[in-house]
């Protein structure tokens, strides 16, 4: 007889979480917020797609009116409001000056606390992407369709650089300033741009960084792969002086200050294009493998860029807001850049790290400015939390709205946040969404349901998730199983393909779950985010990290995340990360690398609570085989662990991958070597 099966299948997440308590929205923020009638919901039913995503593309100023909302004809190669034209570009400058031309759309925060900051309005704006848009389309020879790289820190520049391409119809591609010049020469050979636009240098953590230098090897490597870029366009970060110690190159190098004398004044007619011309492409730096070249397109992106600022970040005209993410990422080209300037709100631009010089600085510039709304990750929430647990308190300021992004935050943290960072005050909206996707996918609507720690929330309105195991079965609400999270239809911000490669785009994304691939029906091809998600009976989906993440362990497939959850309940732990490790019994078992809070000693007694405090969350299945006390855990400069280098330490790799975007690359060896003394001793 054969033996029964006990416990998860191979097809299910096994999940331990407890559900936590609701935090209701106060009745003063639910009367004043940008959508407060339940109805929403209704009208952007399955039965109302696609035809309810009018209202996000109504929000925008056409060109022309599209003439189909979406053209679902080429499966998955979705085309959203077909036939229209518009420029966003227009959207987020032109159309606000007769009305707004005085308000700010940026305070520029130096790192530096001496350095005053710099108010840029709309008028201002409109006038420095006029202008450079007239030195690219002259100087740069450029025009619709071309590819541009741009390399660059958080200053002004960045987005003055990104809507100069949009006015021009030049397809932008930004690179994260954090990264190295190898990484931003994948990107200029995947997208074949022969211009790069960079800075000198900038400040981080108190230093001036040399980016020029950057440039320097990026044209060298693009240039062994056969791409050849023909100028380097460089921006000062002290206007009028270049500072970078990296000597210029004569015939390839150009100091836009010294080009722009030329173009004062310059009036560029901004390019009709259409709704489904691409706006930009923005790479994935996935830990193997050739970086992917998300491509977004222009009207679909726009609205729903646009539509989710204001819809569930609640975004007013008078609104102060702040996103702390980094404009390289697509959290910044959202939510810094397109949404809120289309939106017409004035928002904060921050050079720096959130910590420099230490953790109440996020807090002073909130009290300076009046920030209404706050936008930041749970890396940054724990690492301010971790430094500073008490400084909001010592501030003066009152966020209305808060969100929290990049990666699911753990209950505790989610507590602190709403407690002390929001003062009680504030709403939470805890968002999932991706590279991939354009804006948020879940989330509470801020006025209409309550908030729930560790929980993202149901899908947002016109967004339908679906959990499916590996089998194709769905995975049904309250199971307590978790599974793979799908969205069962198209929307407005979902990218168009891959950059030149349509049969990776589906086999990555739309191949696992589609059983006919000749189907010309949107319903049979569900999108694959490639996260593990469970689905609690109230309809609140909980992120359970990457499907990569999952760890095997004798037939129980559990998330990393719930066992990091379980760890950052220990006040003496400030962050953790766990891995799989090769284990010749159970396939896997888990490893937890854990940093501690400052002035806590490791000890032999806190790993045994560590430990402890797993196995009675979770239970003695996810027992970790090893817990190992580092002094810090490698992370990307956007403050993202790097698991990778830690399970490749854990399995003894030979070769740990690159650590050149790490923001702390010297950490690696020193974790290295602890877990070698233990291994060996």
Known sequence: MAEEHVGPSEKQIAVHWREEEYYQPSPGFVAQANVNDPAVFERFSLENFPECFREYAELLTWDKPWEQT??????????????????????????????????????????????????????????????????????????????????????????????????????????????????????????????LITTDGYYRNGQWLNHKEKADVAVEEAAKAGQTVEKVLIFD????????????????????????????????????????????????????????????????????????????????????????????????????????????????????????PDAGRPWRIAQRFGVDIFHTSPTAIRSLRMLGPDEPGRYDYHFRLMVTVGEPIEPDVWRWYYNVVGKREAVIVDTWWQTENGGFLCSTVPALAAMKPGSAGPGIPGIHPVIFDDAGQEVPAGSGRGGNICIRNPWPGIMQTIWNDPDRFVRTYYAKYNTDPNSKDWRDWPYLAGDGAMLADDGYFRILGRIDDVINVAGHRLGTKELESAVLKIGDVAEAAVVAAVDTIKGTSPEVYVSLTPGITPSEELKRRIIDTITQEIGPIAKPRMVWMVPDLPKTRSGKIMRRILSAISNNAEDIGDVTTLSNPEVVAGIQQIVKQRSEG
């Open 70 to 195: 979406l053209d679902a004809s080429n499966p998955p190669f979705w085309r959203w409001f077909t036939g229209g034209r518009l420029n966003a570009s227009y959207n987020c400058l032109d159309r606000h000056l007769k009305s707004s031309r005085n308000k700010v759309a940026y305070y520029f925060i130096p790192e530096k606390e001496d350095d005053p900051p710099v108010a840029v309005t709309y008028q201002e704006l409109f006038v420095r992407v006029n202008e450079f848009a007239a030195l690219l389309a002259d100087f740069g020879g450029l025009k619709q369709g071309d590819r541009v790289t741009i390399h660059m820190p958080m200053v002004v520049d960045l987005p003055v650089a990104m809507l100069a391409c949009a006015r021009l119809g030049i397809i932008h591609s930004v690179v994260f300033g954090g990264f190295s010049g190898k990484a931003c020469a994948d990107r200029i050979v995947d997208s074949a741009s022969h211009i």
């Open 237 to 356: 970060r002290h206007a009028g002086r270049y500072q970078s110690e990296t000597p210029l190159v004569a015939g390839r190098d150009y100091r836009i200050t010294e080009l722009l004398a030329s173009y004062r004044g310059a009036r560029v007619e901004p390019v009709s294009m259409l709704a489904e011309d691409p706006l930009f492409l923005m790479y994935t730096s996935g830990s193997t493998g050739k970086p992917k070249g998300v491509q977004h397109g222009t009207g679909g992106y726009l609205s729903y860029a646009t539509a989710t600022s204001k819809y569930i970040l609640d975004i007013k005209p008078d609104d102060v807001y702040w996103c702390m993410a980094d404009i390289g990422w697509i959290t910044g080209h959202s939510y810094i850049v397109y949404g809120p300037l289309a939106l017409g709100v004035s928002s904060i631009l921050y050079e720096g790290v959130p910590t420099y």
